[in-house]
């Protein structure tokens, strides 16, 4: 980093000035492997295996201070981290007597970097571009963990978890950036790939066989992925970009093995993802430039995997997958700042994909014996009534957003021309699209029963909030925009077959709230069109918002069998315009 701390200092380049932060490959791969057999009349083996793994860095690129400084080439201040971890478990427990073989893994991999780069309280004049960029690309490949024990009792126990908590900022803040004849990108960009899978059996008498798998992103506390323009800040350029941008896929797979005379196989699956995308304007903050384009736009894949198979002469499985969605995408522009532009485009984008297994099934279960019992559920939570899944634009109090033509150029008012008059668009997107599928078989010689649960809610917030601002476009059109397309499929299939008696309950169900907002309170609108739409976009592609359930359910026995399936599937879509 340069920095300057007291009287200003100058720095001065005919050609290009550079500051790097790199990280170019932070990886940790651990492995560890347990074996323990015991003989005897009464026996006990037993063996352990706990991994952490963890990538904590700091990286930082900064321009800051009280400098001056002048180039004629290009400018870039940019922070990089690379990392990737990996961790494998294997651990076998097997005692040949009448005793207890007992296994278990636990392994997790942590990353928590903090990644930023920024120009601060300098004064930077060039004829060519400025980039202040901060990106980190995050691999967790492998957080797995597996295990089998066998004796007269066997027990395996096996966790693994994936958390990926790094935070990604680029910035200009208390600046003065003068690039008139170049362009200033202020990118924050994060691409996170999670995985995490505890898989394991027991074999015995008794045999339990139990797996946790969880994978986590972001939190609650901290916005992950920033691009902010600080308070105060002044920016004269030719174009001006400001983007935070996330690109993520979580994965987590559990599945569970018991077989005995009475066996029991279970596994809890977790997903969460928190990640935020904001693209941030803070206050008395002047702007003057050609095109001005900020784009907040996450994209995230999220899915789970859970298998439990259970043999003996009385089995039980069970499995429980909770998908949590809570990412953001949200353009923040504060108060009593002045944004001039040729051209102004404000994009808020939130994509939801869960279709890892589109064409299979994420849940499976497997049991033979005499007695079986077993539940199987999926929820996909995408928002909550507590905190909704947004995509979203919020311009504060007092603050202009004013469109000019370059002066001299003439611009049409009708016809084709006029398309190409200057712009302001101002539009959010909310795509949610999910596959669920649910799948039992149990097999009893007396008695059998299963449940089967495949659940995926959205609470979806597409929203532009103009509060006391004012928003001219002297030579062309205003554009307010909101949409959300979704597409969500849930379905369970069970076959129960009994000897006796058995019974099959299949709950589907889907429930969609779609809030798609344009609110514009105390504000001041002025341009040649102006078109507010809630529900479509600025080419008036419309809402596309589909749910479709399944359940199917077989029961088979010498006597009564119950087979009951619960679809339910609802949608409330709210395309609302307040001014």
Request: charged share 20%; proline share 1%; no cysteine.
């Amino acid at each position: 980093f340069i920095s300057s701390t007291g009287a200003a200092d100058r720095i001065s380049a005919d050609g290009d000035l550079t500051i790097r932060a790199d990280v170019t490959d932070s990886r940790i791969v651990a492995a560890a492997e347990t074996a323990s057999v015991s003989v005897g009349l009464v026996g006990l083996s037993g063996g352990g295996i706990n991994i952490t793994n963890v990538v904590q860095n700091t990286v930082d690129a900064d321009l800051t201070g009280s400098l001056i400084v002048n180039t004629a080439g290009d400018i870039e201040v940019k922070a990089h981290e690379n990392s990737y971890l990996s961790a494998e478990a294997l651990s076998l427990a097997a005692s040949f007597s009448l005793g207890t073989a007992v296994g278990a893994s636990v392994v997790s991999n942590t990353a928590d970097s903090a990644i930023e780069a920024a120009i601060t309280d300098a004064v930077v004049t060039t004829f060519g571009d400025i980039d202040v960029l901060a990106i980190s690309e995050l691999t967790i490949d492998n957080t797995d963990t597996a295990g089998i024990s066998g004796s007269l009792v066997g027990v395996t126990v096996n966790s693994a978890a994936a958390v990926a908590k790094n935070t990604v900022q680029a910035g200009i803040r208390g600046a003065e950036i003068y690039a008139e004849t170049g362009t200033v990108t202020i990118k924050a960009e994060a691409t996170n790939t999670a995985e995490a899978t505890a898989v394991g059996g027991a074999v015995g008498a008794l045999a339990v066989g139990a797996m946790k798998a969880e994978t986590r992103l972001g939190t609650a506390a901290e916005e992950e992925v920033v691009a902010d323009i600080g308070h105060n800040t002044i920016i004269h350029s030719e174009g001006l970009k400001l983007e935070s941008i996330s690109n993520d896929d979580i994965f987590a797979d559990g599945e569970a093995l018991s077989g005995g005379l009475i066996g029991i196989a279970g596994a809890e699956v977790d997903t969460a993802t928190r990640q935020d995308a904001i693209a941030r304007i803070g206050d008395d903050v002047e702007i003057q430039t050609g095109t001005l384009e900020i784009l907040a736009d996450h994209e995230q894949s999220v899915d789970a995997r859970g298998d439990a198979l259970a043999f003996g002469l009385g089995a039980g499985f069970g499995v429980d997958v909770d998908n949590l969605v809570l990412g953001q995408a949200v353009v923040d522009i504060g108060e009593n700042s002045e944004l001039y532009a040729g051209g102004i485009f404000i994009d808020a984008k939130n994509v939801f994909v869960k279709e890892r297994f589109k064409t299979g099934f994420n849940l499976t279960s497997g049991s033979v014996a005499l007695v079986s019992i077993g539940v199987m559920t999926s929820t996909t939570d995408i928002g909550t009534s507590t905190q909704s899944f947004d995509a979203r634009v919020d311009i504060g109090s007092g603050t202009l957003l004013q469109v000019d033509a370059p002066e001299g150029q003439e611009t049409a008012v009708i016809g084709a021309e006029s398309r190409n008059a200057p712009r302001i668009e101002i539009e959010t997107y909310i795509s949610a699209k999910g596959v669920d599928n649910v799948k039992v078989e149990a097999v009893s010689g007396l008695a059998g029963g299963a449940k089967g649960k495949s659940v995926m809610d959205a609470e979806l917030n597409s929203q532009v909030n103009i509060t006391g601002a004012t928003i001219v476009n002297n030579d062309g059109d205003i554009f307010f925009t909101t949409r959300t397309d979704t597409l969500l499929r849930p379905n369970a299939n069970l076959m129960v077959a009994s000897g006796l008696t058995g019974g099959a309950f299949a709950n589907v169900s889907t429930v969609t709230h779609a809030f798609n907002e344009v609110n514009l309170t105390d504000a001041q609108v002025r341009g040649s069109d102006i078109s507010l739409f809630a529900g479509q976009d600025s080419i008036r592609v419309p809402n596309v918002v589909f749910s479709i359930d399944d359940a199917q359910v077989f029961t088979a026995s010498l006597f009564p069998s119950i087979g009951i399936p619960d679809v339910d599937a609802d949608i409330y879509k709210n395309n609302i315009i307040n001014v």
